[in-house]
C-alpha cells in the first residue's frame, strides 16, 4: 500500500504561480511512479504530468508544458508540480497518483491522495 497526501493548493490570480507536493508514505517502491491528474467540476480526470522513479524521464499534456514542471526528492518521498503562468481553465482539484508503470490513463495508476484545489481567478 502507498498513501499519497497532496498539499500547496489555493486560490492565485491569472498569471500567478503555485507548487503543489505529494507526499508519500507505506511501500513507495513498489509503485515508483509518479504523476498528477486534475479534476474539474463536470469533467473527467485528466493527466497533467508524471516522472518516473530517477526523474530521468517526464511526461506532461500538452496544454501544461512549459508552464508545469514535475520534480521529486526521494529522500524526503516527495513529489512536487510547480505551476506557473496559471490560467483560469487550469482550475481543478489537484490529485497525485502512484503506478508500477509510466502511463497516462487513469486506470493504470494504483494509489490516489485525497486531492488539493487550485482555483485560477481571472
Known amino acids: 500500500q502507498v498513501q499519497l497526501v497532496e498539499s500547496g493548493g489555493g486560490l492565485v490570480q491569472a498569471g500567478g504561480s503555485l507548487k503543489l507536493s505529494c507526499a508519500a508514505s507505506?511501500?513507495?517502491?513498489?509503485?515508483?511512479?509518479r504523476a498528477w491528474f486534475r479534476q474539474a467540476p463536470g469533467k473527467e480526470r485528466e493527466f497533467v504530468a508524471a516522472i518516473s522513479w530517477a526523474g530521468v524521464r517526464t511526461d506532461y499534456a500538452d496544454s501544461v508544458k512549459g508552464r508545469f514542471t514535475i520534480s521529486r526528492d526521494n529522500a524526503k518521498n516527495t513529489v512536487y508540480l510547480q505551476m506557473n503562468s496559471l490560467k483560469p481553465e487550469d482550475s481543478a482539484n489537484y490529485y497525485c497518483?502512484?503506478?508500477?508503470?509510466?502511463?497516462?490513463?487513469?486506470?493504470?495508476?494504483?494509489?490516489w491522495g485525497q486531492g488539493t484545489q487550485v482555483t485560477v481567478s481571472s
Open positions: 497518483a502512484a503506478a508500477i508503470s509510466f502511463a497516462r490513463t487513469v486506470a493504470e495508476y494504483d494509489y
Open positions: 507505506g511501500r513507495t517502491f513498489s509503485s515508483a511512479i
